[in-house]
């Protein structure tokens, strides 16, 4: 009997499949059918895991942790399905892409959505190695879709960089196997997270230290840390604006899930060690991320620094390793992830209206796009912290675990760092809204365009609010099991 993993990657196998065959423009159709079915299919498995209850069979294993990344892939994957439909097709109208591209488009679409949910689904390291290395392969094709120079230079920017370095987490992944080879000996499962988590007292602290340093570093690079980031704005900014959203509130996730899995092993052998290194790069990101937000030009280069400010927010969160600041870093990952598709789209809108990627040649938003305007100013408001937002919710969270944790100087930088953040974003963002436009303005149109971008404004309002009983209940018994403290 099929069980759900293999549904759930079956069924993303399957749509891209599909969108080879089926007729012509239905390629779309295909692919928000198979996302939305992902995610309907992942929900029951889910929440037996946030109940407690882990799917482990054969080369699976799934628990709360991978459950919380793999339902927001699958709702990411769901939204910019719907959004690609309305996008891509002003792009063939504009001359930019023919109806091949669309095809080709699909394809790897699903199979950038498959190779994320392998990630998250596998008890290997070796295994989730490959799969990591599989997002890459696959998504550089979506990263030069249109084919210009500056497309094909940022893909192959992004697929060298990126592949030295998940070739630098392999050598962690070695390290870590060196490290348990005299405990577990020639056991088939020495590279399994449960039997790693379980022999993780007793492996070789300094081949541990060598092991976390080599995974920070190289799954560090796929997550977008400082200073190893140098392909994320290029490849966001080429990037057709729904794979940029997916790049940002998916694949980065795929690279922390894999360095949360070692911060646990490392905390157990070396405690302290693997804490002190994500402070570290996370409070490095947050700051150097800020200092571009404040000088770019370019929207979507700016919406790809402010990714690398949040996972450098969500580094600092599970860094300081409390359960509240754990919470308030699991927390942030579903706001950012929710947040940064909605800005991301809403900036598809105007970049496809008026021609241009430059924010300063953007004038009179509010007339000319007013809903897109409303979408993109609320998801500014979001995205940099203000209340009642999620974004907010889970920043706050962060810093008061940071000073329960007597880490005020911590706390402080985070929020000298969102203080200079908000400062660039609102003055780059809230410019484009204010005077008259100036040219023709096409301005995007149909139900799939604001549909995605309504719902994500309506989820990041929600949780901002209320969060539900069955969601903190979730989080927090992730939070307890990640601390140690059950």
């Not at 407690?52 to 910019?80: A, K, Q």
């Not at 120079?149 to 050598?171: D, F, Q």
């Not at 789209?345 to 990627?357: E, H, L, P």
Request: aromatic share 10%; glycine share 10%; charged share 10%.
């Amino acid at each position: 009997m099929m069980i759900d993993v293999e549904i759930i990657l079956l069924i993303p196998a399957a749509a891209a499949l599909l969108s080879a065959v089926s007729p012509k423009g239905r390629a779309a159709s295909v692919s928000v059918i198979g996302s939305a079915a992902v995610l309907i299919a992942s929900i029951p498995m889910c929440i037996r895991a946030f109940e407690g209850t882990v799917t482990e069979y054969g080369m699976w294993y799934v628990d709360g942790l991978s459950s919380l990344f793999i339902l927001i892939i699958g709702m990411i994957g769901v939204m910019s399905a719907m959004y690609s439909r309305g996008y891509l097709l002003r792009d063939k109208e504009e001359g930019e892409i023919g109806t091949g591209d669309i095809r080709q488009y699909h394809i790897m679409f699903n199979l950038f959505l498959a190779t994320m949910l392998s990630v998250c689904v596998v008890s290997s390291v070796g295994v989730m190695w490959i799969a990591i290395e599989m997002t890459t392969l696959v998504s550089a094709f979506l990263v030069g879709f249109y084919r210009r120079n500056s497309a094909l230079e940022a893909a192959w920017k992004y697929l060298m960089i990126c592949s030295v370095g998940i070739t630098l987490g392999l050598v962690g992944i070695t390290l870590v196997y060196a490290s348990s080879s005299h405990i577990l000996g020639d056991d088939p499962g020495a590279l399994n997270w449960p039997i790693l988590f379980e022999a993780a007292s007793g492996l070789d602290p300094v081949l541990i230290k060598m092991a976390f340093v080599f995974i920070i570093i190289g799954f560090g690079t796929k997550m977008g840390l400082v200073p190893m980031h140098t392909w994320l704005p290029d490849a966001h900014s080429q990037s057709p604006t729904p794979i940029s959203a997916m790049l940002s509130a998916a694949l980065l996730n795929c690279a922390l899930y894999a360095i949360l899995r070692f911060q646990m092993i490392a905390e157990a052998t070396v405690p302290g060690f693997a804490s002190a290194l994500m402070i570290g790069f996370g409070i490095l990101s947050l700051a150097v991320a800020g200092a571009f937000i404040l000088i770019s030009k370019d929207i979507k280069r700016m919406l790809a620094y402010s990714s690398i400010e949040h996972m450098g927010i969500i580094t600092i969160g599970f860094g300081i390793g409390t359960p509240l600041a754990v919470f308030g870093a699991l927390f942030h990952i579903i706001a950012h992830s929710v947040t940064k598709s909605l800005v991301f789209f809403s900036a598809g809108n105007v970049i496809q209206g008026y021609g241009t990627r430059d924010m300063d040649s953007v004038r009179g938003l509010g007339k000319s796009m007013p809903g897109t305007a409303f979408m993109l100013g609320a998801g500014t408001l979001a995205i940099v912290g203000l209340p009642p937002f999620s974004v907010f919710v889970g920043e706050i969270t962060i810093l008061s675990g940071a000073i329960g944790a007597g880490m005020y100087h911590i706390a402080l930088l985070i929020a000298a760092f969102i203080v200079l953040v908000f400062a660039g974003f609102t003055r780059n963002i809230f410019s484009m809204m204010r005077g008259e436009p100036s040219g023709k303005i096409k301005a995007p149109r149909g139900i799939l365009r604001m549909l995605p971008m309504t719902v994500l404004f309506l989820i990041t309002l929600f949780l901002g609010l209320f969060m539900p009983e069955q969601m903190s209940d979730a989080l927090w018994s992730i939070a307890d099991w990640f601390t140690g403290a059950v």
